[in-house]
């Protein structure tokens, strides 16, 4: 795989419900090309889905901050360049980060990058077993963003090796 440019931070965010009329974020874990790792847990007054309850907030541990704190954080971390946002499935990262920053005001490139796309464009099945890459899972917790955002990275850097 080839990418148009390296421009490019990984993302994920952990949120209460897929329904983004619903729902709100309660972590963003980011990653840039070189490694260089960013996460937040955000406070957050909107119901959890009962997959949420499960499976998110007990990996979550603080401390927590403000959407308001959180929208300075992040330009912070991911400086001037607009770089594009690539996340697994973008869909509902990118709205949620529009959702939290405005869709003017967020620091990235207005073009979200849906890795899943990448990988079916490639000719691999967007529902992979990290196995079949050697990419050992087991020093990630899935659904940590930040986790999920540093697995990307490597899942990526692999497969622009090849």
């Not at 996460?39 to 007990?58: H, T």
């Not at 620091?107 to 000719?123: K, R, V, Y």
């Not at 899972?137 to 990526?156: F, I």
């Amino acid at each position: 795989m080839k990418p148009f440019s390296d421009n490019i931070i990984f993302y994920n965010t952990e949120f209460t419900s897929p329904n983004p009329y619903e729902g709100e974020i309660l972590s963003i874990g980011l990653v840039k090309l070189n490694g260089e790792k960013f996460y937040l847990e955000l406070e957050c007054d909107a119901e959890p889905s009962e997959w949420v309850k499960e499976n998110i907030i007990p990996t979550l541990k603080g401390p927590k901050v403000s959407r308001e704190e959180a929208g300075k954080q992040i330009p912070e971390f991911v400086g001037s360049g607009k770089p594009y946002m690539v996340a697994f499935v973008n869909s509902f990262d990118a709205i949620y980060t529009y959702k939290l920053m405005g869709i003017d005001g967020h620091p990235f490139n207005w073009i979200p990058i849906d890795f899943a796309s990448m990988l079916f464009a490639e000719g691999i099945d967007p529902n992979f077993s990290y196995k079949e890459l050697g990419i050992d899972t087991s020093k990630y917790h899935m659904h940590n963003a930040l986790d999920d955002a540093k697995v990307l990275r490597e899942v990526y850097l692999k497969l622009t090796e090849l």
